[in-house]
């Protein structure tokens, strides 16, 4: 798998193919929605940076020749994009280590500062209530 960071501090996730190309999941500029494409890494990439970030030392991954089989299997597979459920690196991963392994650290990060926040905001507004109600 490879990471592309992209504006706003999130990385675009891929999984390396052959001849220097890509497949991940991206819009569909041709319908609504997102679609599993195999393009050159400079284009998805665009100048920028690009690092191997294979996600999870836990897990296994398929063996290559059925990782690069079944991922290009998939190209031009329609993908239900969901940024926290099912985004570029749920799909990557789940390329990398078998169909149902897949997930996003990043959407996790993302759920976990939110939630942290959330809970502080709560607080907060719970202090500043009682504040005015004389608890």
Known sequence: MGAIPRQGGYDHFV??????KVIHATSDT???GSVIKKEPLE??????????????????PLPV???????NARVGEKVDYRP?????????SEMRYG???GHSEQAEK??????EKGES?????????????GN
Request: some cysteine; overall charge neutral; glycine content about 6%.
């Open 15 to 20: 999984l390396v193919a052959d001849e220097g």
């Open 30 to 32: 041709t319908a609504s």
């Open 43 to 60: 284009k998805v990439a665009a100048g920028g940076n690009f690092k191997v970030k294979n996600q999870d030392d836990k897990k296994i």
């Open 65 to 71: 020749d059925t990782i690069l089989s079944q991922a």
């Open 84 to 92: 926290l459920n099912y985004n570029c690196e749920t799909v990557a």
């Open 99 to 101: 169909k149902g392994q």
């Open 110 to 115: 993302f759920k976990q500062s939110a939630a």
């Open 121 to 133: 905001f709560l607080s907060h507004a719970k202090d500043t209530h009682n504040h005015f109600e």
